[in-house]
């Protein structure tokens, strides 16, 4: 797959360079896998309508394709993301990851799909950036 054809299921889809990046309180019930709130300011998109920052959550890459772990403050990232509603995440009973404890149920929430998208550091996705062509600069309010 390219890089366009993957920009048909994010919700989201930019190139920013990470503001800030917090590491939300631990819930017992996801052993030691840490979740973070990723501040990013929006260079250019490609899908969306993103203002100047975004706030993207992830969770500590496993081999389970989510992420969000990865992004360093200061670095510029293409990130490709999916909106969808606050809630927590159980597979066969156990649970697996979740945000009700740090944001409304049902609110939306943006989540990176990183680990199995293009969406990396800039400098790794050169290709990417090729095909999908002339950015658009965010709305100008914050």
Same mark, same amino acid.
């Given at each position: 797959? &390219?890089a ?5 299921d ?39 309508? $993103? ?24 670095? &510029? ?18 649970f ?8 409304? $149920? ?31 600069? $965010?709305?100008?309010?914050?």
């Amino acid at each position: 797959s &390219n890089a366009r054809t993957e920009m048909n299921d994010a919700s989201l889809v930019f190139r920013g360079t990470v503001l800030q990046r917090t590491i939300l309180p631990r819930r017992a019930d996801m052993q030691t896998r840490d979740r973070y709130a990723i501040v990013f300011r929006v260079g250019k998109y490609w899908k969306g309508a $993103p203002g100047r920052r975004v706030t993207v959550y992830g969770v500590d890459a496993r081999n389970d394709c989510l992420g969000g772990g990865g992004y360093e403050v200061g670095k &510029n990232y293409l990130v490709y993301a999916s909106e969808m509603e606050t809630k927590d995440v159980t597979l066969g009973g156990l649970f697996w990851y979740g945000w009700t404890d740090v944001l409304p $149920p049902g609110s939306k929430m943006l989540m990176p799909r990183w680990a199995c998208t293009p969406g990396c550091e800039t400098s790794t996705v050169k290709q990417a950036l090729r095909e999908l062509g002339k950015g658009r600069p $965010p709305a100008k309010n914050d």
